[in-house]
């Protein structure tokens, strides 16, 4: 949220706004001005108590209401505070006048220097205000037209990525070669794996244009996924679950335990001897992905652009952050699960 930036103001505009208030308020209730230091003192210390107070009104309306959607929320909850507090000062502020005499009247409840006391305030609060509040709606706007930019920018990554995977010669050449293998030896399996196969092809074409998807659909085509991968490694790949039914309609980032499960893959040595081990659980509304770690020994250079991508678009759609957690034994990354009531694009 952007600071209120009102050094000037209170420093030179507040004094400034107090004595043309002192002008109108005197001018508007024809009391003759009197010839007295203290009224220009009262009204510029008035003014500044006065602002003081209604700067807090419009921080804390930003902090409960800081959204561009919020706006009307914002600016009434500011002009509801701005009436109350202004009023309340001014008519205290108006009566001590009356009281030591900066008013020439026996009659402390007389309606004019009151009521113009009050709507001075009132009126250059609002004013002013508008001001602050334009400049905070172009910061909201420029804030929330970046980061739009930015998930749209992530979007197209991640379907680039997909796309990529789609068409990649070496994915669709291993599994071919999976496949014929199993049209030899087991006319069975080979249908369950261009079963899976097609699932997963399916999947990925399906995912292109949402945002967010339920766990359920995502498990369901890890598991098509898993199936190829577990055909062509055999023993080499083991993939333990332990998923919490409660959260098979919460939401996600589609593909994203496919970008998981391939950074395994890519970084890490398969064999029966060391088996590659995937665990994928729930904990706390997170969905994990965890694998040990036996590095190829062979450089295999990965810039994790697919980690990336969703850490940022958790960042930019304002959910907890996910968690990525690298040790010597293993590689953990715990993903929000967002609650089905969110938008499902």
């Known amino acids: 949220m952007p600071q209120l930036n009102d050094k000037w103001m209170r420093i030179v505009g507040v004094p400034m706004l107090a004595l043309t208030g002192q002008w109108m308020m005197y001018g508007y209730t024809n009391v003759p001005y009197p010839d007295d230091w203290r009224i220009p003192v009262f009204f510029i210390l008035g003014a500044i ?58 009659d402390y409840f007389l309606l004019k220097p009151y009521f113009f006391n009050t709507l001075v305030a009132v009126f250059g609060t609002v004013q002013v205000a508008a001001i602050f509040e334009g400049i905070y709606l172009y910061h909201r706007w420029k804030v929330t037209y970046t980061e ?17 995977m789609q068409i990649n010669p070496h994915f669709l050449f291993n599994n071919l070669n999976s496949l014929s293998s199993l049209i030899t030896s087991d006319a069975g399996q080979a249908e369950l794996f261009l ?5 997963v092809y399916r999947y990925l074409l399906q995912q292109n244009n949402r945002d967010l998807c339920p766990l359920a659909d995502e498990l369901n085509f890890i598991k098509a996924y898993f ?5 062509r490694h055999g023993n080499g790949i083991v993939l333990e679950t332990n998923i919490d039914l409660k959260y098979m309609l919460y939401l996600m980032p589609p593909l994203t335990l496919q970008l998981l499960f391939e950074n395994a893959i890519k970084l ?28 190829k020994k062979t450089l295999v250079h990965s810039n994790r ?29 715990c993903i929000p699960l967002l609650a089905p009531s969110a938008t499902l694009l």
Do not use: M
Request: net charge positive; aromatic share 8%.
């Open 49 to 106: 108590i006065v602002w003081e107070c209604n700067r807090w009104g419009i921080i804390l309306s930003r902090r409960r209401y800081p959204g561009l959607a919020q706006t009307a929320r914002r600016v009434l909850a500011q002009l509801l505070w701005f009436i109350v507090f202004a009023a309340l000062i001014r008519i205290s502020q108006t009566y001590l006048y009356h009281r030591i005499g900066l008013f020439p009247s026996e």
């Open 148 to 164: 739009t930019l930015e998930l749209k920018k992530s979007s197209l990554q991640s379907q680039l990525e997909s796309l990529k």
């Open 195 to 199: 079963d899976e196969l097609s699932s």
């Open 227 to 231: 199936h190829l991968l577990k055909t």
């Open 268 to 295: 890490n040595v398969i064999s029966a001897n060391s088996p590659l081990i995937i665990r994928l659980y729930t904990q706390e509304g997170n969905l994990c992905v965890q694998n040990n770690l036996q590095p």
């Open 305 to 333: 652009i697919g980690l990336q991508n969703i850490i940022a678009k958790y960042k930019l759609i304002g959910q907890a952050p996910v968690v990525v957690r690298h040790t010597g034994e293993g590689f953990l990354v």
